[in-house]
Nanobody, 118 residues
């Protein structure tokens, strides 16, 4: 059974940093695509960052230069390092795993709340 468990969220002041973790079990990271998404109240879920099986990384324009996605194969965990946080970054952050070639939305975690105070 595939499970994704996010952690590392919390309350931080503007300009601060957080590191989110997404621990994956039941499937290997090495051949899959992992993305971090976020959803703020009243808004649609949006893609924040993604890392492919080949190691390519893409970021939303709003977080470029501030957020970094990475993965640790040994721990089967994906990270999102967030620096220079802004109140607009406040949201529930979710990780998502997609198997290349498979249909459907992939696997989702339950999310972790990030709140940035001004």
């Amino acid at each position: 059974q595939v499970q994704l468990v996010e952690s590392g969220g919390g309350l931080v002041q503007a300009g601060g940093s957080l590191r989110l973790s997404c621990a994956v079990s039941g499937i290997t990271l090495s051949i899959n695509v992992i993305g971090w998404y976020r959803q703020a109240p009243g808004k649609q879920r949006e893609l924040v960052a993604v890392i492919t099986s080949g190691g390519n990384k893409n970021y939303a324009d709003s977080v470029k230069g501030r957020f970094t996605i990475s993965r640790d194969y040994a721990k089967n965990t994906v990270y999102l390092e967030m620096n220079g946080l802004k109140p607009d970054d406040t949201a529930v952050y979710y990780c998502n795993l997609k198997v290349p070639g498979a249909l459907g939305p992939g696997y989702w975690g339950m999310g972790t709340q990030v709140t940035v105070s001004s």
